[in-house]
């Protein structure tokens, strides 16, 4: 079974940075994509960035350059830098792996990020 370790967030100003970490493990095939969906208050989980095996990156059109995704050194870890937050990126960030050999996603327990006037 996946696990998700979630570090980094909690409370920053608008105009700081903060950044996520995730490192995954007990995977049995390749995690193939390693990434971050966010969760605001009324509104639906959408995605923040992810990255694949092959270095392929996408972000959420929110992202706007203010955001930054790389695989750490570990294996199977993630970072998000986060520059230029907005009181709007106030969310739960959620780490998220997908295994295409098993269809499987797996989701962390997630870890908030609130961005304060």
């Known amino acids: 079974q996946v696990q998700l370790v979630e570090s980094g967030g909690g409370l920053v100003q608008a105009g700081g940075s903060t950044t996520l970490s995730c490192a995954a493990s007990g995977s049995d095939f390749e995690i193939n994509v390693l990434g971050w969906y966010r969760q605001r208050p009324g509104s639906e989980r959408e995605l923040v960035a992810h990255i694949t095996q092959l270095g392929s990156i996408d972000y959420g059109d929110f992202v706007k350059g203010r955001f930054t995704i790389s695989r750490g050194d570990a294996k199977d870890t993630v970072h998000l830098q986060m520059d230029m937050l907005q009181v709007e990126d106030t969310a739960r960030y959620l780490c998220?792996?997908?295994?295409?050999?098993?269809?499987?996603?797996?989701w962390g327990q997630g870890i908030q990020v609130t961005v304060s006037t």
């Open positions: 998220y792996a997908y295994v295409a050999r098993r269809r499987d996603e797996h």
